[in-house]
């Protein structure tokens, strides 16, 4: 079993950044393509942005320009950068796990919450 920590949520104003990390112990984490979710209230969870295990990156067209998504493999964490934040950013954001050859994400995390507000 593989457990996903996430950490770096908060509450900040519009225009802030924050940073998320989301690491585990699995020294196979470098095998896994890597993802962030997120889920408004009353919205389905929708994909922010995710990583390959050969770091070929993808993003919402919601956020593209504002996040970056990132991985270090000697520290098992993935991370997700968010700058210009928006108030409709606003969300629990969860980090996943797709191990090698499975065809949809395998673990995730217990989810952060990012409050953007003023």
């Known amino acids: 079993q593989v457990q996903l920590v996430e950490s770096g949520g908060g509450l900040v104003q519009p225009g802030g950044s924050l940073r998320l990390s989301c690491g585990t112990s699995?020294?196979?984490?470098?095998?896994?393509?890597m993802a962030w979710y997120r889920q408004a209230p009353g919205k389905q969870r929708e994909l922010v942005a995710d990583?390959?295990?050969?770091?070929?990156?993808n993003y919402a067209d919601s956020v593209k320009g504002r996040f970056t998504i990132s991985r270090d493999n000697a520290k098992n964490t993935v991370y997700l950068q968010m700058n210009s934040l928006k108030p409709e950013d606003t969300a629990v954001y969860y980090c996943?796990?797709?191990?090698?050859?499975?065809?949809?994400?395998?673990?995730w995390g217990q989810g952060t919450q990012v409050t953007v507000s003023s």
């Open positions: 699995r020294s196979v984490f470098r095998t896994y393509d």
């Open positions: 990583i390959s295990s050969s770091e070929t990156t």
């Open positions: 996943a796990a797709q191990r090698l050859g499975s065809h949809a994400y395998d673990y």
